[in-house]
């Protein structure tokens, strides 16, 4: 079945530092990809979202590039912040249960001052 | 103000005991979902439903029921034959069931087994 592989945390940062979280996904169909931000104790926000090859989705200093050739969809920042601390979950659309998300286990980012 | 809403954001459930977490959305979709989350695992599809009446197990469906007899309503119910049901559930909405559509959640129900 389809699958979201993604990089393992936690992640320390210092502010102003470049970062990167790397995503890989296994799909059967063409999925859509997304990247979703988590705060302590509160439900997922949508980050970004590409919805076919070679699209890159931006938001707030984020982006991610949809590569289809090698099933990847990095998550990249050039300076994070330190409210950029967060849990961060890459996900695709799952064709086989009416697009439901599928996600992976979630990247811990914590950013230094 | 549009969004998603659950309740409770916390709650507690004795061993034997079936509880009820509620979802509502106000943003006119048509597709709901709900999700659970443990820690340091993602999300895992729980339910969905793409229209009123109707509904689809997800991938953890065992223990758990829901309705959606109202358009903007989809309670799930946790049911004694769900074996460890402490964990972090979602709800979350999106306009129609389509490759590119976004998912909105709501703020989530954190429910422990006493």
């Known amino acids: 079945g389809d699958s979201v592989t993604q990089m393992e945390g936690p992640v320390t940062l210092s502010e102003e530092a470049f970062l990167t979280i790397n995503c890989t996904y296994t799909?059967?169909?063409?999925?859509?990809l997304f990247w979703y931000v988590q705060y302590p104790g509160e439900g997922l926000q949508l980050l970004l979202k590409a919805t076919k090859a070679d699209d890159k989705g931006s938001n707030k200093g984020f982006e991610a590039t949809y590569r289809k050739e090698t099933t990847s969809f990095h998550l990249e920042k050039g300076s994070v912040q330190v409210s950029d601390s967060a849990v961060y979950f890459c996900?695709?659309?799952?064709?086989?249960?009416?697009?439901?998300?599928?996600f992976g286990k979630g990247t811990s980012l914590l950013v230094t001052p | 103000d549009g969004g998603i809403t659950q309740s409770p954001k916390y709650l507690f459930r004795k061993e034997g005991q079936n509880v009820t977490l509620s979802c509502e959305q106000n943003l006119n979709h048509d597709a709901m979902y709900w999700y659970r989350q443990d820690p340091g695992q993602g999300l895992r599809l729980i339910y969905y439903?793409?229209?009123?009446?109707?509904?689809q197990k997800g991938d953890i469906a065992e223990g758990y029921s829901v309705s959606r007899e109202k358009k903007e309503s989809f309670p799930l119910t946790v049911t004694s034959a769900q074996k460890n049901p402490t964990a972090f559930y979602l709800c979350?909405?999106?306009?129609?069931?389509?490759?590119?559509?976004?998912?909105?959640f709501g703020p989530g129900t954190r429910l422990t087994v006493l």
């Open positions: 979350a909405s999106s306009t129609i069931t389509a490759r590119t559509d976004t998912q909105y």
């Open positions: 439903s793409q229209i009123v009446n109707d509904f």
């Open positions: 996900a695709l659309s799952d064709s086989n249960s009416g697009y439901a998300l599928n």
């Open positions: 799909a059967t169909g063409y999925p859509s």
